[in-house]
């Protein structure tokens, strides 16, 4: 079946470092990729997404390429900020069987500090 | 407009009892789903209905999972009786349409401790 796999965390790194969230995925056909962001004590909310290969998404400072020669959609920021620690989920849907019910991946704490 | 609801924000019962969980989608969206996250692992879809009728209910892990959406409004999850493996949190979201690309929109969950 399809499935998602994150690095683990938690990844802590200083304000203005770069970060990279690897995210791989398995699945026939082409799904949809997304990333999605958890906020302390709120709910998740959709970040980017790309639909086809080599689509980029993007979304306040974040970016992530829909790679499907690697499968991989890496998320990346050039420079994180203290607001920016939270729980970022890997996500795929559309792929076997036109499924829209997302798989999601294990999620990756980040924390960012001063 | 006011986002996706969730009641209670957390729960603590013990094994044996009965809870449920309450969901209030965004006002219109005519779908509406359920997820769950055992501590650390990946979210699972759970179910997920088109107004008041069930869609696909094939994450549901057991008969002891009722979910309803009376009237196609809120939505109700009870878990009659509560093991320990059903910790973890409760997720809902909903959305005006589905598809592949369609953007879910989550509340914020709740936490449920089965003692």
């Known amino acids: 079946g399809d499935s998602v796999t994150q690095m683990e965390g938690p990844v802590t790194l200083s304000e203005e470092a770069f970060l990279t969230i690897n995210c791989t995925y398995t699945?026939?056909?082409?799904?949809?990729l997304f990333w999605y962001v958890q906020y302390p004590g709120e709910g998740l909310q959709l970040l980017l997404k790309?639909?086809?290969?080599?689509d980029k998404g993007s979304n306040k400072g974040f970016e992530a390429t829909y790679r499907k020669e690697t499968t991989s959609f890496h998320l990346e920021k050039g420079s994180v900020q203290v607001s920016d620690s939270a729980v970022y989920f890997c996500?795929?849907?559309?792929?076997?069987?036109?499924?829209?019910?997302?798989?999601f991946g294990r999620g990756t704490s980040l924390i960012v500090h001063p | 407009e006011a986002g996706v609801t969730q009641f209670p924000s957390h729960s603590v019962i013990e094994k044996g009892q009965t809870v449920t969980l309450r969901c209030d989608p965004i006002?219109?969206?005519?779908?509406l789903y359920w997820y769950r996250r055992v501590m650390g692992k990946e979210i699972k879809f759970l179910l997920h209905?088109?107004?008041?009728?069930?869609?696909?209910e094939s994450g549901m892990p057991n008969n002891r999972f009722l979910a309803e959406r009376t009237g196609g409004t809120y939505s109700t999850l009870k878990v009659q009786p509560a093991e320990l493996e059903d910790s973890g949190v409760y997720f809902c979201?909903?959305?005006?349409?589905?598809?592949?690309?369609?953007?879910?929109?989550f509340g914020p969950g709740t936490r449920l401790t089965v003692l």
């Open positions: 699945a026939t056909g082409y799904p949809s």
């Open positions: 790309a639909t086809k290969a080599d």
């Open positions: 209905f088109v107004k008041e009728s069930k869609q696909d």
């Open positions: 996500a795929l849907s559309g792929a076997s069987g036109g499924s829209y019910i997302p798989t």
């Open positions: 006002s219109g969206h005519d779908n």
């Open positions: 979201a909903s959305s005006q349409e589905r598809g592949r690309s369609v953007t879910q929109y």
